[in-house]
């Protein structure tokens, strides 16, 4: 049977589930419980994918100015390969470009496959390199970006 997946911002409450995300997800940079106060707050934008109120993915970015950035997105291992990631990314591209964003970055791991075919999927070209930018393991980071459309009105 189909489940059924909300996207809806992260809360406090959901910290206990993000962090056991980050611990199975060696490809990313695992924040602390307190670095994700301002996400909590609402100053940087934040959300979960959840079924039966169990968190599945989560993805976290900040907006400067008129670009915007992913700082963290995850999926539990056993829950990829259902557009969970694509709806989170989908939901803060969109948010962003609400927002008056014209482009949005991200690093990711140069080894990092799944991911680079799935931001590419998404619309994101190679911009740059960011050498040993990564530790355990050092690693380069590949730099991406996706240009996003603005309607005439803005909205
Ligand atoms: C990257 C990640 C978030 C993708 O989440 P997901 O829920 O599996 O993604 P989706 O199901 O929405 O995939 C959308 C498309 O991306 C591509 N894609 C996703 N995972 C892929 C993989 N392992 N190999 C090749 N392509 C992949 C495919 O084109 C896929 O479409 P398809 O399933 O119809 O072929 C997930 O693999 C993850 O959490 N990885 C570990 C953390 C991470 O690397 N985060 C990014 C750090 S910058």
Redesign the pocket.
Known sequence: MERLIAIRPLAADDLDAVLQ?QAQ?P??VAWSRASYAPVVRGEYPGWVAAADSRVL?FVVSRKTAEEAE?L??????E???????????VQVLEEARQAGARRVW????AS????I???E??GFRLRGLRRDYYSNPREDALLYCCELVQSPQGK
């Open positions: 995300i997800c490809e990313i993915g992913i963290n997105l995850a999926v539990l291992p829950a990829r390969r259902q557009g969970i990631g694509s709806r989170l990314l991200l690093e990711v791991r990092n496959a799944a991911a075919r799935f931001y999927r998404h």
